[in-house]
């Protein structure tokens, strides 16, 4: 059939001819297309080769049946280029969307950040990170470049450098956040392990809620009588004694119960365990038979047919606690009553009498001899009372605040910084439901700090008074006597914050911890070995006790305090009636600190008087007799009245010590004071800084103020400043402090017109007012010391070519000497911009000692960084968690430097550097 019709046949040919040709020559195209793709465009009209190689074979009857003759007739690039033929519809592609590159820095970024996260999660991190080569081959770029962009990142803070073969990095933030609280470095020496770094130190604790008796806040204070019979009543055999707890609402009984019942479980033999149930009687208020049934228990329940146990079976050798019992109806409480009467009781239902084997305490805000709960009362035969907030005291409620805050600190395991004035106000402020309420305004404050370092990506937090309630800050209720006391407690806090770390302990609560053995009195021993001294053992007495009144002069009222309560109460009898006799009592009691000296001088020499194996005394007799007859008179007498009393003996030098001292002490009260004069811009600025500071400091001390105000003119300024430099001068001149221009040279106009020597101190704040006082009423006060009276411009340029000879001279016999190729004179001034900002930062004085530290080891540590060296600090890992904080401050001072020389200080030397300012 198809012989018989030959264009069949040739039509069969050229299909033939065709597939032929087709397969082969796509065969080609795909082994070559990814090379050609990129050197031709045209590359994207490949759909429509097969028409056109089609169209050629059609009218090629002669044609070789191979592909590469193709070739030879249509080169590669030639088919490429040609167009659809117009009788066959071409399909283009729709061309393609291609999303935006990224920055080469951020995809490197975000690859450490996905590496350092899965080193993570593996649990190892030493040994471990992303380093050049490999990013390099992953991103398809060249290794130079992505180095490049490592090390800036590294520079930025947002990479932590691991030096060694290769170079490791890992992301600092996806570390910080793995591990909060721990100081995180940005360079890892080569040797130095990063996981070392991050281990908890063995001494570190966490601070848990005090659930003990003897660690409550007041324990050994207002809490003391109600922990003694709380303690007698969970002792007694057999199960203890029923006790009620009574207090305001919001004192503590509930917390007080379970203290109880721990101590209970903790003086069960083999640890025990023993169960604590709660009552709330408020939720049986209305329902009677409902609490019977709860407390006694049911022979037969009738949803289960079994028998049901009650509070009093739940509680078998344990505490029942019935909180708020004045809830109770009169039924229950009769209930209740003839219970506890009786030690037994029946299941409803039942008629087997059961022992009661558990203890119960009952918690009630009335009072015991209130007439609603009376039935009750009289069964329970220990009665203890929990005081109110403003009872306790307020270093008890100092102290109940830090603990708040530290539980807080632990919770959000974040750590926390308290400011003074926080601790201030919340001690300020009467709280009428006691704990609960001061609880609340904690918990508040802290969680609107805690949002702060949530919005702006703080690692610690910071309350601040702008997080305290309204009602907090328009508080005003404050006694002159409690802000005395919280003045004197802020006094002991040496910084402008509390620090608080994410476990809830900080220094200064150890420092002030109740629970610690007798901490009080190690204080007051530290004290007093601060002014002890052995007369025999001075060569210069006169001197000695110079030094002694100087020493005694910077200590703080809560010192004093502390000192006091530890002179014998017959040596300040003996020694006040010796100064009454010649008139000088008066004299010494605005100056107390000078009397409560020699008072605990004495008092230590009776103290190693009684000691075994004292040394035998000097026999030399007192050399005082002839240079101060008066004094060594009042001392003689009262060494005699001493001895008569202890059996002592009193050596001369011990005689001319006392003498020496009552010498000094009476030149020293009988020096005329100077006279202060606050002039100051505004209405009643002045006027406000005098009355404050005449609230806040007591003594015998002269100062008045001027307002300077608009409607005052400079003239009548002057004037009424002379005028009032005249009333308030005593003989020593006066100190005119003032805020700003045109008042800074107005001591020279009071001088020349009033003739009263006059110095003159500025910007006056309320801290420099109040600090002045203080200088004036210890006899510190120098004219030199407190302000240049002539010249200040002149002073101050003095002492600061001083400082730049000081630096000088360490820089040419010191540093120069130390360091190798280190430009000295560039590198001391780099550092000394690191050191003040530093100390500023701190709150620290700049003094030659800590800058000569500072200078002398940190640029020689540039010379180690230069040179890719660092020393090893052999507990690294603990001191890091210790001050991990400062660490931090420190190297964040250091960038400065990093930036300048071009290098990264690794973790090791800061430890170095950080142990400078401890």
């Not at 305001?248 to 169960?275: H, T, W």
């Not at 609603?372 to 009665?383: C, D, K, M, W």
């Not at 530890?566 to 010796?578: E, F, K, S, T």
């Not at 001068?729 to 003739?755: F, K």
């Amino acid at each position: 059939m198809i012989m018989q019709k030959p264009y069949l046949v040739k039509f069969s040919l050229k299909i033939t001819r065709f597939l032929f040709v087709f397969i082969y020559f796509i065969q080609f195209l795909l082994q070559f297309f990814c090379t050609i793709r990129t050197a031709h465009p045209c590359v994207y009209q490949y759909t429509n080769y097969p028409h056109e190689l089609h169209t050629f074979l059609a009218h090629s009857h002669d044609m070789c049946y191979n592909l590469p003759q193709v070739i030879t007739r249509f080169s590669l690039i030639q088919i490429l280029e040609i167009r659809p033929h117009r009788h066959v519809p071409c399909i283009t592609p729709p061309p393609r969307k291609e999303a935006p590159a990224m920055p080469q820095n951020q995809a490197i970024q975000n690859i450490v950040k996905k590496i350092t996260r899965q080193i993570l999660e593996s649990g190892s991190l030493d040994g471990k990170g992303a380093d050049a080569n490999t990013l390099s081959i992953d991103l398809k770029s060249d290794r130079a470049n992505v180095s490049r962009i490592l090390n800036s990142l590294w520079k930025d803070g947002a990479l932590i450098k691991c030096q060694g073969k290769p170079t490791l990095f890992l992301d600092r933030k996806v570390i910080t956040q793995h591990y909060p609280g721990y100081f995180i470095p940005q360079t890892v020496a080569k040797g130095e392990k990063l996981s070392s770094l991050l281990q908890p130190s063995e001494n570190e604790g966490q601070a848990e809620p005090a659930t003990s008796l003897e660690l409550l806040t007041g324990a050994n204070a207002s809490l003391k009588e109600a922990i003694i019979s709380a303690k007698a009543a969970v002792a007694y055999p057999p199960h203890g004694l029923h006790a009620l707890l009574h207090g305001s609402i919001g004192v503590g009984k509930g917390r007080f119960a379970y203290c109880m019942y721990l101590y209970k479980k903790n003086a069960c033999a083999d640890g025990e365990q023993i169960p604590f149930v709660t009552i709330s009687c408020h939720n049986f208020s209305q329902n009677p038979k409902l609490f019977s049934q709860q407390l006694l228990g049911l022979a037969r329940d009738v949803l289960s047919n079994k028998a049901r146990r009650g509070f009093l079976d739940a509680a078998k050798g344990g505490l029942l606690f019935l909180d708020e019992i004045e809830y109770l109806a009169p039924a229950s409480l009769d209930l209740l009553a003839s219970i506890l009467t009786k030690n037994s009781y029946n299941r409803i239902g039942d008629t087997q009498t059961r022992q009661i084997q558990c203890m119960v305490a009952a918690s009630t805000t009335r009072q015991r001899d209130d007439e609603s709960i009376r039935v009750l009362v009289e069964s329970l035969p220990v009665a203890i009372h929990i005081p109110d907030l403003e009872e306790r005291g307020i270093y008890e409620k100092t102290e109940l605040i830090l603990k708040m805050f530290a539980e807080e600190a632990h919770t959000i395991r974040l750590p926390v910084k308290l400011s003074r004035d926080v601790l201030s106000v919340m001690a300020a402020m009467r709280y009428d439901k006691n704990i609960t309420q001061l609880a609340g305004e904690v918990k508040s404050a802290c969680s609107r700090a805690y949002l702060d370092s949530l919005t702006n990506r703080y690692q610690t937090v910071y309350i601040h008074l702008y997080h305290l309630s309204r009602e907090l800050l328009a508080f005003h209720g404050c006694s002159r006597e409690q802000k005395d006391s919280i003045r004197h407690i802020l006094e002991e806090v040496p910084d402008k914050y509390i620090e608080l770390d994410q476990h809830g302990n900080s220094k200064y609560m150890e420092h002030r911890n109740p629970s610690r053995p007798v901490p009080e009195s190690e204080s007051r021993r530290s004290l007093a070995h601060r002014l002890e001294m052995d007369t025999e053992s001075i060569e210069n007495i006169y001197q000695s006790v110079i030094d002694h009144i100087s020493n005694l002069s910077s200590f703080t009222d809560t010192e004093l305090y502390q000192i006091k309560r530890d002179i014998y109460p017959i040596v300040l009898q003996i020694v006040v009636a010796q100064l009454q006799k010649r008139g000088r009592f008066e004299g010494s009691k605005k100056h107390i600190h000078l009397l409560y000296g020699i008072l605990l001088h004495i008092t230590n020499f009776l103290k190693r008087s009684d000691a075994p194996g004292q040394a035998a005394k000097s026999s030399m007799p007192a050399a005082s007799r002839e240079i101060f007859p008066d004094e060594y008179q009042m001392a003689s007498e009262i060494m005699e009245s001493l001895s008569q009393i202890y059996g002592c003996c009193f050596s001369g030098r011990e005689v001319d010590y006392l003498a020496s001292y009552f010498a000094v002490f009476t030149n020293w009260i009988s020096t005329v004071n100077l006279g202060l004069l606050v002039i100051c811009h505004g209405e009643s600025i002045a006027s406000d800084l005098v009355s404050q500071a005449m609230k806040t400091i007591y003594g015998d001390y002269i100062i008045d103020y001027i307002n300077y105000s608009a409607s005052m003119c400079l003239e009548e300024c002057l004037k009424l400043a002379a005028a009032k430099a005249k009333k308030l001068n005593r003989g020593s001149g006066i100190l005119i402090l003032t805020d700003m221009e045109p008042l800074t040279t107005i001591n020279e106009y009071v001088s020349r017109q009033a003739g009263v020597d006059a110095s003159i101190l500025y910007p006056v704040t309320l801290p420099l007012l109040l600090d002045t006082i203080r200088q004036i009423l210890s006899n510190r006060s120098d004219f030199s010391l407190l302000a240049p009276s002539k010249e200040p411009h002149s002073i101050r340029s003095e002492n600061i070519s001083a400082q730049e000879a000081f630096i000088q001279n360490l820089v040419d016999k010191v540093i120069g000497k130390t360091t190798v190729f280190l430009d000295t004179t560039k590198a001391v001034n780099v550092l000394e911009k690191c050191l003040k900002a530093t100390l500023l930062e701190l709150q620290l004085p700049y003094s030659n000692e800590i800058a000569a530290k500072y200078l002398c080891h940190c640029c020689n540590m540039l010379e180690r960084a230069i040179r890719g060296e660092s020393w090893n600090y052999s507990r690294l890992s603990q001191f890091t968690n210790e001050h991990y904080e400062l660490m931090n401050l420190i190297e964040h001072k250091l960038e400065y430097a990093e930036n300048i020389f071009g290098i990264k200080i690794p973790a090791s030397e800061i430890a170095y550097i950080t142990e400078i300012f401890l």
